[in-house]
């Protein structure tokens, strides 16, 4: 799927258009999604292909601010490079916002922005990619400080360096990491960080082929995040699959020697999430294989598929035989179709307070009717037992209740998020519809103990939220 040119209202072009998000608690929550401290988790999305002024391509970030009734556009913050205290310049194909991650990096207790710009140019060297971070606050994100470049000989041009970022306590030491991905290169940042973006420490990662993606968590119970980079290689078009887990018999004088990585032989797949499915106290991995078999890549499903991995204390085990579920699995309200795109994006939350995490995913290339390619969303339910098809739900803008309705080429589906917004203890469904109405649009569903529950669903669109042109808002959403 290729993405679309979009432009951004010229108004948007300085400083920080912001809704004011409310007075923060006296203390901030801590929370690694709370950008202004109130106690609300809050999202980010990325228009990472936003046209600023005459700049396009340059990108664009929208943050929603969470309440005791979720998110609304009356409660944002539009962010550019062009903002003020934004370092660099808004410039064509920058692509700014095409990554994004949550996590408080400077340990004040409110949670900041990582925010990948693919393609950013530094110095004569073209589309090299750069990240920084934009700080939280009691006011929200202002701010932002560019984390360090890795050095010049390690980055190609157009090389896409930043196209997949995360955080996450990667070494147990209870201070956030951030690592990110591109074509060429993978590096890994060492928190604490400060203010002016300088990392306890950061080095490269060698062992690594193009990598364009990157998910983290917890799958040992080690209180330490484990990180997982699919690529795809000429031995394994359908991605190889592994992870890297902390080990404390590493030097401190070799920092990049401190992990032990982990290959997954039998796992397929693209896009990831990690969360206790079981309920079991480990994380599992889900990997979502979005793309249909053919010669050069057999295996899969028509359609595409998702396979859980579950995890232990010694996390995934390599030998185990994962559950796989697909849109002919029993109990999946739906059918395999080519070219579905089952599982081009998926989320684990629990949507239903049951204690289990469940698993969102996205099927934007689904056709409903006559409507090509207009998406859809299904969730599955977790279990003592795991992950099964039973009690599936399928959700499509044609869905009672949902916002907006199935056109051709919308993509509903395309991101997808499961994440509490309103704090009562259940996960809302955040979904991104990266063409609606050519420009992009997020649609949420509130969490409900029968899952999910249309009730008061919202939905904007990136005119809404204050973009114009072809914004493909809602392609990327913050971790």
Known sequence: MRKRTLLLAATLTTGLLTALPGTAAAAPSGLASDFNGDGYRDVAFGAWNADVGSASGAGAVVVMYGSSSGISTARKTVITQNSAGVPGTAESSDRFGYSLAAGDLNGDKYADLVVGSQYEGVGTRKGIGSVLVVWGGTKGLTGASALPQPPAGQLTEWGGYSSGVATGDFDGDGRTDVTVTGQSHTHLYRGP????????????????????????????????????????????????????????????????????????????????????????GHGDVVLGDHTDPERARPGGHKGGQITVWYGGSNGP???????????????????????????????????????????????????????????????????????????????????????????????????????????????????????????????????????????????FTAAGAGLKGNAALGWVISR
């Open 193 to 280: 960080f400060t203010r002016t973006g300088a990392p306890l420490s950061h080095h490269g990662i060698g062992e690594l082929g193009s990598t364009y993606e990157v998910f983290a968590g917890d799958l040992t119970g080690d209180r330490a995040a484990e990180r997982l980079y699919p690529f795809a290689t000429d031995a394994d078009l359908r991605g190889d699959i592994r992870y890297f887990r902390h080990d404390p018999t590493g030097h401190a004088e070799h920092p990049e020697s401190d992990y032990a990585q982990v290959k997954l032989e039998k796992a397929d797949g693209e896009a990831g999430a990690i969360g206790d499915i079981n309920g079991d």
């Open 317 to 459: 085990d390599p030998a185990q035989t994962p559950t796989v579920i697909h849109q002919d699995t029993a109990g999946v309200p739906d059918v395999g179709e080519a070219a579905d795109g089952f599982g081009t994006a998926v989320a684990v939350g629990d949507v239903n307070g049951d204690k289990y995490a469940d698993v969102a995913v996205g099927t934007p290339g689904e056709d409903n009717g006559p409507a090509k390619d207009t998406g859809s969303v299904m969730i599955l339910f977790g279990s003592a037992s795991g992950l099964t098809g039973a009690g599936a739900k399928l959700y499509t803008q044609n869905t009672t209740g949902v916002p907006g309705s199935n056109e051709t080429g919308d993509f509903f589906g395309q991101a997808v998020r499961l994440t509490d917004l309103d704090k009562d203890g259940r996960a809302d469904l955040v979904v991104g519809t990266a063409y609606e109405n050519e420009a992009g649009g997020v649609t949420v569903l509130r969490g409900a103990t029968t899952g999910l529950t249309a009730t008061g669903a919202k939905s």
